[in-house]
């Protein structure tokens, strides 16, 4: 598998454009305004278009910065126990860290989206 970061912002229609129109209404749902150094799985290109996975959603978009990274420790939606509060926690967005080369978790915990950025360093797998 292929991981990328990438990025794209929506500021207007010709932005939109970049969007495989099946793809448009999801984009508005889920990355009202785009997004930034987002990490997605990489899954190939088709009909000009470079296709994006993040957990459950695939994108597919034309004019995206993207750049090939490491896959990154974890998956969106995984459960994950968190040493540092000591409780369980999903995984709800991967970003990545421009300076330090890595990704960035964001996760779920009892309901809300912790305020914390974590790291692989800072997330155990539940086995």
């Not at 292929?2 to 209404?25: F, G, Q, T, W």
């Not at 009909?47 to 959603?57: M, P, R």
């Amino acid at each position: 598998m292929k991981y990328c970061y990438s990025s794209l912002l929506i500021l207007n229609e010709d932005d939109i454009a970049n969007i495989h129109p099946s793809d448009r209404e999801l984009v508005s749902k889920q990355y009202t305004s785009g997004w930034q150094r987002c990490c997605f799985e990489y899954l190939g290109e088709s009909e000009g278009y470079k296709i994006l996975k993040d957990g459950e959603n695939i994108l597919r978009v034309k004019e995206a910065y993207i750049e090939e990274v490491p896959a990154p420790g974890f998956k969106v939606g995984e459960v994950v126990f968190l040493p540092r509060k000591k409780v369980n926690g999903v995984i709800k967005k991967i970003h990545w860290h421009i300076k330090k080369c890595m990704p960035i978790y964001t996760i779920v915990v009892n309901g809300k989206v912790s305020g914390y950025q974590y790291f692989d360093t800072d997330i155990e797998a539940i086995v």
